[in-house]
């Protein structure tokens, strides 16, 4: 790892090196220290910028390794695996110098920050499980079908929605950086509780999504299937799960699950959001995710 020439939470973009591949973090707001980890993988991390929760908290945007600012691994786009992630997640916290973080996970994140949390809890003070999930695979697949199946009737006859079906199905044959972008931009709608409706506002944020292709393979190009639900009861930090009440990917049943299986947690519906609560809901999101945040920090503070 290199040497920081400045303080690494000063406000601002950071590179540090780990392991040869340089890790580049944005650091924003002022408060307990909150990590961010970003979703996809391979979505680019500005979408999930929180200004709200930047008034009350110190939040460190990693960009995930293989995307944006940051390295890529020599196996790319193969090998980014849980373990890898947690690998450089430890290295920056490391590297941040505090005594503890608080982890938020958004989506893919998510799936990061509880694999985190269950085999390097040590310097973690909570986790935040946003729009995340106790697995991947068939089970999940399924799932997620249904609730884009109900997106669907619920739209039938909107112009759009065409679009939006297409680009789900265009999903299994992403094979480069322009068709994950396409794609994420295409199913956006989708991710919203009400995009159609809000169109103009969000324009912006759909003009700015980019995104990296991620293989989902392993090194070996196996596929890295999740499936934490026998662990997540040995969970010991503090964890804040969040979900929106019309997500289609990661949406309220698995909350639950993870609520259940999670000694200890809280859980927080979203009634009006999708995928997306800190730019639907964000006072309500800002305000959960702080009292949470500066609830577990005075509990440490006693301790």
């Known amino acids: 790892m290199s040497i920081p020439l400045t303080d690494p939470l000063t406000a601002g973009t950071h590179d540090v090196e780990i392991d040869g591949v340089t890790q580049r973090y944005h650091v924003h707001g002022t ?111 399924a799932q997620a079908v249904r609730l884009v199946q109900q997106f669907a009737e619920r739209h039938a006859g909107h112009p759009g929605l065409p679009g939006v079906l297409a680009a789900f199905q265009a999903m299994p044959g992403i094979s480069d950086d322009a068709q994950t972008t396409a794609v994420a ?66 949406g309220v049943r698995w909350a639950r699950e993870l609520d259940r299986l999670i000694p200890g947690s809280e859980l927080l519906i979203l009634e009006n959001s999708g995928h997306f609560g800190h730019i639907e809901e964000p006072e309500e999101f800002a305000g959960a995710v702080t009292r949470f945040v500066t609830g577990t920090a005075a509990e440490t503070a006693r301790r």
């Not at 919203?192 to 759909?206: I, K, M, S, T």
């Open 31 to 141: 408060g307990p220290v909150c990590i961010a980890h970003a979703g996809g993988p391979g979505i680019f991390w500005e979408y999930l910028r929180m200004p709200a929760l930047e008034r009350h908290l110190t939040v460190v945007y990693p960009e995930p390794i293989g995307t944006g600012g940051s390295g890529r691994l020599p196996s790319h786009p193969h090998g980014y695996t849980r373990p890898r992630y947690s690998h450089f997640l430890n290295a920056l916290i490391e590297h941040l110098g505090v005594p503890e973080v608080h982890l938020l996970g958004h989506s893919h994140g998510g799936f990061v920050v509880q694999y985190h949390a269950l085999h390097h809890p040590e310097k973690i003070a909570g986790v935040i499980l946003y729009e995340s999930a106790p697995l991947t695979g068939p089970e999940h697949g």
């Open 185 to 250: 931009k295409g199913i956006l709608p989708a991710y919203f509780a009400d995009y159609w409706g809000r169109e103009e506002e969000l324009a912006p944020f759909h003009a700015a999504v980019s995104a990296t292709y991620i293989s989902g393979l392993d090194e070996d190009r196996a596929p890295h299937i999740i499936d934490d639900r026998e662990s997540l009861g040995s969970l010991t930090v503090p964890a804040l799960v969040v979900v929106g009440r019309h997500d289609v990917i990661c």
